[in-house]
Nanobody
Framework: QVQPVESGGGLVQPGGSLRLSCADS????????MGWFRQAPGKEREFVAA????????YYADSVKGRFTISRDNAKNTVYLQMNSLKPEDTAVYYC????????????????WGQGTQVTVSS
């Protein structure tokens, strides 16, 4: 079972950087594809980035391509989201997601969600 727990959120100025982490306490982390989603107030949860179980392929939403980087360390049961050149529109609660059989690029068919971590981009 995968039990994602996010950390690393906070308040950052526009143009700044943050690195989110999602750690798993289960034993099967390396068999799951992992993803990051976000949800701003009054909006639906949306896809941000995803990575295959091996880390060999990554996927990004157009809105973050070139600014965000997803990576994973299976030895540490952790997936990361490095966020650079942050904009106010990146403000949202960021959620980690795990999916066993396919890359999590939609909110459907997610096996496990984390509890979320708040990211606020403001001057």
């Amino acid at each position: 079972q995968v039990q994602p727990v996010e950390s690393g959120g906070g308040l950052v100025q526009p143009g700044g950087s943050l690195r989110l982490s999602c750690a798993d306490s289960g034993r099967t982390f390396s068999t799951y594809c992992m993803g990051w989603f976000r949800q701003a107030p009054g909006k639906e949860r949306e896809f941000v980035a995803a990575i295959t179980w091996s880390g060999g392929k990554t996927y990004y939403a157009d809105s973050v391509k070139g600014r965000f980087t997803i990576s994973r360390d299976n030895a540490k049961n952790t997936v990361y989201l490095q966020m650079n050149s942050l904009k106010p529109e990146d403000t949202a609660v960021y959620y980690c997601a795990a999916r066993a059989l396919a890359v999590p690029i939609t909110t459907t068919a997610i096996d496990y969600w984390g509890q979320g971590t708040q990211v606020t981009v403001s001057s």
